[in-house]
């Protein structure tokens, strides 16, 4: 639920962006803070890509995650949100699949609580 969501999330700021054309948002959560910097937004083709650029989502062995975000339609009138992650590493760093799987589990946990909150509002 939305409630729920809002209390794992302490705030949410939006800061001077890197370069001119990029806004960044800080995102405090209880137990830890990202950085996103938004890097594309198409509404016409209904695309958002961002990525987070700070935090503790990088695990201290990545550069940054970068996220594309496409809705298209579904044949039974609701939509689908497809995405592709990339995982930018530092230097020789490697990335195990169960890190991949424990980010993508946070990730799917919290858009399910937004989708829940939005289909009940």
């Known amino acids: 639920s939305f409630p729920k969501l809002s209390r794992m999330l302490r705030s949410s700021k939006e800061m001077e962006g890197l370069e001119p054309s990029r806004r960044s948002t800080l995102v405090k959560a209880a137990n830890s803070s990202v950085t996103h910097r938004v890097d594309g937004i198409d509404k016409e083709n209904f695309t958002y890509s961002y ?5 503790d989502a990088l695990m201290g062995i990545l550069e940054s995650i970068s996220y594309e975000v496409k809705l298209v339609a ?7 949100c497809k995405n592709i992650s990339k995982y930018h590493t530092k230097d020789d760093a490697v990335i195990d699949e169960e890190q991949i799987k424990a980010g993508k589990e946070k990730a799917s946990g ?7 909150y939005l289909l009940a509002n």
């Open 74 to 80: 579904s044949p039974d009138g609701g939509s689908i």
């Open 110 to 116: 919290m858009f399910k609580a937004i989708e829940a």
């Open 51 to 55: 990525s987070i650029i700070e935090g």
